[in-house]
């Protein structure tokens, strides 16, 4: 069975960075489109950044430039770097694995961008 376990989320002043982990157990991780959503307080979950199992990426507007999704096969692993950020990044950022059979979520990781 697989697991998303993310680690990474934490309180930042607003201008610093953050790096976000998601690692995954088992053997489809390299096979599998990985994604970051979040969602803050009051909202609905958003997509932030995805990354296909080719390397392809895509972003929201509203972190294009800022963000950089990446990932390391050989460790079965998901990065987000989240560079510039700003108050209203607060959220929870969940970690998603999805391939042809099969999505799974993360349990999330609180980042609070605040001075």
């Known amino acids: 069975q697989v697991q998303l376990v993310e680690s990474g989320g934490g309180l930042v002043q607003p201008g610093r960075s953050l790096r976000l982990s998601c690692a995954a157990s088992?053997?489809?991780?390299?096979?599998?489109?990985m994604a970051w959503y979040r969602q803050a307080l009051g909202k609905e979950r958003e997509l932030v950044a995805a990354?296909?199992?080719?390397?392809?990426?895509n972003y929201a507007d509203s972190v294009k430039g800022r963000f950089t999704i990446s990932r390391d096969n050989a460790e079965n692993t998901v990065y987000l770097q989240m560079n510039s950020l700003k108050p209203e990044d607060t959220a929870v950022y969940y970690c998603n694995l999805r391939n042809v059979n099969l999505e799974i979520w993360g349990q999330g990781t609180l980042v609070t961008v605040s001075s």
């Open positions: 990354i296909g199992s080719g390397g392809s990426t």
């Open positions: 088992g053997s489809i991780f390299r096979r599998s489109a």
